[in-house]
């Protein structure tokens, strides 16, 4: 099947900082990829949903300024949470579907980030 | 409004003991796309099945089946012979045809827990 690597699978971090995720499609392209959100024990949040060569569409609540996007390729979209803070401490992971239809949306293996 | 209810938050079997975990979906669309996740607990989501909307047949794949029935907005889930290796939350998901494909409303999951 289609296979979405995201990067890194973990990452510790200090408040006021800036920590990037990549998201990479490995075989197929995709103009859209999407970047959830998971509290500890709880559902998954869309937060924004990433198109190749335009701005980002964020979900409500989202603020755009803290969590930068961009899909500079049709492989590669990247989440930049930017000055970190411990309540950013969360699970955040990334889909991807290919542009043929008919096709389901392939999970990365997601980011735990940790905000210290 | 779209909204997908897993009642279940958390369901304990004895190993080889059969499991239904139910989903109960909201969606004004008449074409959309229903899904079955697993999240074990290294965090990543693994692709269970995906169901269009016209299509209602019930699916049977190894030890997993599916139960979709639009009368009742449902598509449940069961585990024949349950396994330890089958501990993890599952999450079910609806994508509607108005909102592209891969933007999954998920519910809240229902972790299963299967004892030796």
């Known amino acids: 099947g289609a296979v979405v690597s995201q990067h890194p699978s973990r990452v510790i971090c200090k408040s006021g900082t800036s920590v990037k995720i990549e998201c990479r499609s490995l075989d197929f392209q995709a103009t859209t990829m999407f970047w959830y959100r998971q509290f500890p024990k709880q559902s998954l949040m869309l937060m924004a949903t990433s198109n190749e060569g335009s701005k980002a569409t964020y979900e409500q609540g989202v603020e755009k300024d803290k969590f930068l996007i961009n899909h500079a390729s049709l492989t590669l979209s990247t989440l930049t949470v930017t000055s970190a803070h411990p309540e950013d401490s969360s699970f955040y992971i990334c889909?991807?579907?290919?542009?043929?239809?008919?096709?389901?949306?392939?999970f990365g293996q997601g980011t735990r980030l940790t905000v210290v | 409004a779209q909204k997908v209810t897993q009642a279940q938050t958390e369901i304990s079997v004895v190993e080889k003991e059969d499991v239904t975990l139910d989903c109960v979906y909201e969606t004004r669309d008449t074409t959309y796309y229903l899904f079955w996740y697993k999240q074990p607990p290294s965090g990543e989501l693994v692709f269970l099945i995906r169901?269009?909307?016209?299509?209602?047949q019930n699916e049977i794949s190894g030890r997993y089946s599916w139960n979709f029935q639009k009368s009742t907005s449902s598509f449940n889930f069961t585990i024949t012979a349950s396994q330890v290796v089958d501990s993890a939350v599952y999450f079910c998901?609806?994508?509607?045809?108005?909102?592209?494909?891969?933007?999954?409303?998920f519910g809240k999951g229902t972790k299963l827990s299967v004892k030796p």
């Open positions: 889909s991807a579907r290919p542009e043929r239809t008919g096709t389901e949306a392939f």
């Open positions: 169901r269009n909307s016209f299509d209602e």
């Open positions: 998901a609806l994508s509607e045809r108005g909102r592209s494909q891969g933007n999954l409303i």
